[in-house]
């Protein structure tokens, strides 16, 4: 999560973080998106964040792109 205004990073989640790349067995399935999305909505509601813009970029909003997102969303964000 980026505040684009103050450039600023405000949460940050990744499968290369030990935590999640125990759990998972790859880093590049629905799966570990659907993880790195409920771990980001976690810091980013603990760091008082609630409402975001999802920015997909060049990417179509399926498979591992969806899932991130249906997670942020499940896991407390509003897009």
């Excluded at 499968?15 to 590049?28: H, I």
């Excluded at 399935?29 to 976690?42: H, L, P, Q, T």
């Excluded at 975001?52 to 997102?69: E, I, N, S, T």
């Amino acid at each position: 999560m980026i505040d684009d205004a103050a450039g600023r990073t405000l949460a940050a989640a990744s499968t290369l973080e030990r935590e999640l790349r125990e759990q998972l067995r790859t880093g590049a399935d629905k799966a570990a998106a659907a993880a790195v999305g409920k771990r980001v909505a976690e810091r980013a509601l603990a760091a008082g964040v609630t409402r975001v813009v999802f920015d997909r970029g060049p990417y179509l909003y399926h498979g591992r792109v969806k899932a991130l997102a249906d997670a942020a969303r499940e896991g407390g964000l509003s897009f």
